[in-house]
C-alpha cells in the first residue's frame, strides 16, 4: 500500500500540531460567537468592561428597536429577494451556457469558453464609472437590475456547470432524448435541468451567498435606504453617532444567520464549487 | 461530445446571453471608460476634453492618491500576501496524516470567506474599539495602555490586515490543501530514504511542486489586494471619514469610488481605475518573476 506518508514526521508533537490547529480554528469561530453575545445585550451596555463574553438579556429590547428604527426587515426581503432572482436567473443561463461548452462541438468552441474565463481577471472597478452613467440613462438606479441583469450569465457560473456537465452529464441521456423526439431546447428543459440539479444546487448556493452579501453594486444603485440590501443598511446604521448599539450588534448578527445555517450543511460542496476553478487552474 | 444537430446554430444561441452582456455591461463601459477618462466630467454639467490632464492631475497634484496606493500597497504586503506564510504551514499540517478531521477544519478556517464584509468590519470595528473592545482589555492584562486602533496612521493598518489575514487565510489554505493532495507519495519517499528531515522534505518536494499554484494564489491575492475597498469603508466609518486619521486607511479603490460617487468627478475617477489597473499589471508581472526564480517555478 502507498499510503500518503506523514507531512510531519515525529519530530514534531503530534499533539501540539492537533493543539495548533484547534487553538486557530478558535480564533476564526470567535468573532462569529462574539458578535451573537454582543447582540443580546441592551444598547447602552454593549460597551463595557470587561468585555461581554457570555448572552446577556436584551435580545427582546433590540429585537423590537430593530425593527422600529431602521428599515432593517425591509432590507432583509430586498436582500432575499435580489438574492433569489440573480440565483434563480444565473442557474438557467449559466446551465445553458454550459451545456452548450460542455455536451456540443462547435467553431471555436475552446477559444470562446477561455474567453469566457479570462474576463474573470478583469478587475471589477474598471468599468464601474461608465456603468454607473448606464444605469442612470436606463432609469435602473434605485431597482433591482443592476444587481440581477449584468451577472445573470456569470462567467463563473458556466464555468462551474461546464466542468459539472462534461462530467456528470452522461452522453447517452441525452441521446435517448434525442430518439424520443426532443429538440435541443427539449433536451435543455426535460433532459439537462433536471440531471444537473447537483452541479446546479452548488452554484445556486454559491450565487445565493454571493449575492447576499454584495455591498459595493447595491450601496451605488440602491441609495435608497428604503430600496437597498441589508449590508448597506448595516454599514449605514454603523457610522451613525446616535444608533443604538445592541440593536446595530443584534441586526449584524441576524444578517450572518442564513449564509452560516447554509455553509454549515453544504460546506463540502460550497468550498469545492469556489475553489473549482483555482484548484484546477 | 454530441455533434451538434440543425443548423449548428443551437449551441452559440445557448451561449449567446453571456458575450450579449458583457459586450453590453463590460466591453462598452470599459472602453467607455478610458474616454471619459480624458474628459473633465463631472457628474452634471458639461464635459470638457482635458487630454491625459486627469492622469497628471492625479499622479503629481493630488494630495491623495499617491498615499492611497502607498497605502494599498502596505495593507497588500500585510493583509493579503504575509498570510500565504500562514496559510501553507497550516495547509501542510491539516494535510498530515494524523489529523482527524480535516473537513471540519477546512469548515473553520473558511466561514470567514464566505462572510459578508460589512458584517465582518462591524465585528472587527468591536474588537479593535479603544475603550472597550476586547484587545485593548486583553492588551491591558499585561499593563500595556490602550491603543487608539481606528483613531491611529498605523493602527488602522493593523486592524485592516487582521480582518484580511482572518477573511482569506482560510481560501488560501482549501487552495494549498487540494494543491499538497495532488503531490504522489512516492516523491516523499525516495527523499526519505535520502534521510531527509521535515523541513528539508518540504523544501526540496512540496515548494517546488506548488510553486504554480504560489503564483496563480499570490495573483489572486493581488487583484483582490489591490482592489480593498469594503473593508477600510466601513471601518473607518464610510466617505465622509475618507480612510481615517490622517486619511491612513484610504486604499487607491476606496479614493477611485470617493472621487467618482462622493466628489463626482466621473473623469478623473476613470484615470485612476485605469491607474490601478495598470499597477496591477506590474504586480503579476513581478510575481511572474519572482516565481521564475525559485526551485520548480520556471517550468
Redesign the interface.
Known amino acids: 500500500m502507498t499510503a500518503r506518508r506523514p507531512m510531519f514526521g515525529t519530530t514534531v508533537p503530534r499533539g501540539a500540531a492537533m493543539i495548533a490547529l484547534t487553538a486557530v480554528a478558535l480564533l476564526f469561530a470567535f468573532p462569529f460567537y462574539y458578535i451573537f453575545v454582543l447582540g443580546t445585550w441592551p444598547g447602552e451596555r454593549v460597551l463595557e468592561l470587561p468585555p461581554h463574553l457570555v448572552f446577556g438579556n436584551g435580545l427582546s429590547a433590540n429585537l423590537e428597536v430593530l425593527l422600529e428604527r431602521v428599515p432593517y426587515f425591509s432590507s432583509f426581503l430586498n436582500s432575499l429577494g435580489i438574492a433569489l432572482t440573480q440565483t434563480v436567473l444565473s442557474l438557467f443561463f449559466c446551465t445553458m451556457a454550459g451545456f452548450a461548452f460542455a455536451k456540443y462541438r462547435f467553431r471555436f468552441r475552446k477559444q470562446l469558453l477561455g474567453f469566457v474565463i479570462a474576463t474573470l481577471a478583469v478587475p471589477g472597478f474598471l468599468n464601474i464609472v461608465p456603468f454607473y452613467k448606464m444605469m442612470v440613462a436606463f432609469g435602473w438606479i434605485n431597482t433591482w437590475l443592476p444587481l440581477v441583469v449584468p451577472g445573470m450569465a456569470g462567467a463563473f457560473g458556466i464555468f462551474l456547470m461546464t466542468q459539472f456537465l462534461a462530467h456528470g452529464l452522461p452522453d447517452e441521456l441525452l441521446d435517448a432524448g434525442a430518439i424520443d423526439g426532443l429538440g435541443e431546447f427539449g433536451l435543455l428543459i426535460r433532459v439537462v435541468f433536471p440531471l444537473a440539479r447537483p452541479g446546479m444546487a452548488i452554484l445556486g448556493i454559491i450565487t445565493f451567498i454571493g449575492s447576499w452579501n454584495s455591498f459595493t453594486s447595491a450601496l451605488v444603485f440602491l441609495p435608497d435606504l428604503s430600496k437597498t440590501t441589508l449590508p448597506v443598511v448595516l454599514a449605514a446604521l454603523n457610522s451613525r453617532v446616535d444608533n443604538n448599539l445592541g440593536a446595530l450588534m443584534l441586526g449584524t448578527a441576524l444578517s450572518l444567520l442564513p449564509m452560516m445555517a447554509i455553509f454549515l450543511v453544504f460546506s463540502r460542496q460550497i468550498i469545492s464549487g469556489l475553489t473549482a476553478g483555482a484548484v484546477k487552474g | 461530445?454530441?455533434?451538434?444537430?440543425?443548423k449548428?446554430r443551437?449551441?452559440?444561441l445557448?451561449?449567446a446571453?453571456?458575450?450579449a452582456?458583457?459586450a453590453?455591461?463590460?466591453v462598452?463601459?470599459?472602453g467607455?471608460?478610458v474616454l471619459?477618462s480624458l474628459f473633465n466630467w463631472k457628474m452634471s454639467g458639461p464635459v470638457e476634453f482635458i487630454g491625459l490632464g486627469n492622469y497628471v492631475n492625479v499622479l503629481t497634484v493630488d494630495p491623495f492618491f499617491l498615499s492611497a496606493v502607498l497605502n494599498t500597497l502596505v495593507l497588500l504586503l500585510t493583509g493579503s500576501l504575509l498570510q500565504h506564510f500562514i496559510a501553507l504551514p497550516?495547509a501542510?499540517?491539516?494535510?498530515?496524516?494524523?489529523?482527524?478531521g480535516k473537513?471540519?477544519?477546512?469548515?473553520?478556517?473558511?466561514?470567514?470567506?464566505?462572510?459578508?464584509?460589512?458584517?465582518?468590519?462591524?465585528?472587527?470595528?468591536?474588537?479593535f474599539?479603544t475603550?472597550?473592545?476586547?484587545f485593548n482589555?486583553a492588551l491591558g492584562a499585561f499593563g500595556i495602555e490602550p491603543v487608539a486602533w481606528l483613531a491611529d496612521p498605523v493602527g488602522i493598518k493593523v486592524a485592516l490586515s487582521a480582518v484580511l489575514n482572518?477573511k482569506y487565510v482560510?481560501?488560501n489554505m482549501?487552495?494549498y490543501l487540494?494543491?499538497?493532495q495532488s503531490i504522489p507519495?512516492?516523491l516523499?519517499?525516495a527523499v526519505?530514504m535520502d534521510g531527509a528531515?521535515?523541513i528539508r522534505k518540504?523544501l526540496a518536494i512540496?515548494l517546488p511542486h506548488l510553486m504554480p499554484v504560489v503564483f496563480?494564489?499570490v495573483s489572486?491575492s493581488i487583484?483582490g489586494g489591490?482592489?480593498i475597498?469594503?473593508e477600510p469603508?466601513?471601518l473607518t466609518?464610510?466617505y465622509?471619514?475618507m480612510g481615517g486619521e490622517g486619511n491612513s486607511g484610504l486604499t487607491a479603490?476606496f479614493y477611485?469610488?470617493f472621487t467618482?460617487?462622493k466628489a463626482g468627478r466621473?473623469g478623473k475617477?476613470?484615470a485612476i481605475?485605469?491607474i490601478?489597473?495598470v499597477v496591477?499589471l506590474l504586480l503579476n508581472r513581478v510575481n511572474r518573476l519572482a516565481t521564475d526564480r525559485m526551485p520548480g517555478g520556471g517550468d
Open positions: 461530445m454530441r455533434v451538434s444537430r440543425g449548428g443551437m449551441p452559440y445557448f451561449i446571453p453571456f458575450f452582456l458583457f453590453v455591461f463590460g462598452f463601459p470599459i467607455y471608460s471619459m497550516l501542510i499540517v491539516v494535510n498530515s496524516r494524523f489529523v482527524k473537513e471540519f477544519f477546512k469548515t473553520a478556517y473558511f466561514l470567514p470567506y464566505i462572510t459578508s464584509t460589512v458584517a465582518v468590519a462591524i465585528i472587527f470595528a468591536n474588537l474599539d475603550n472597550y473592545g476586547l482589555w482572518w482560510g481560501w482549501v487552495i487540494a494543491a499538497l507519495a512516492e516523499y519517499e526519505e528531515g521535515t518540504h512540496t496563480f494564489a489572486l487583484i489591490m482592489q475597498f469594503e469603508f466601513v466609518g464610510g465622509e471619514n479603490a477611485l469610488m467618482a460617487f466621473l475617477a476613470s481605475a485605469w490601478i489597473f496591477i
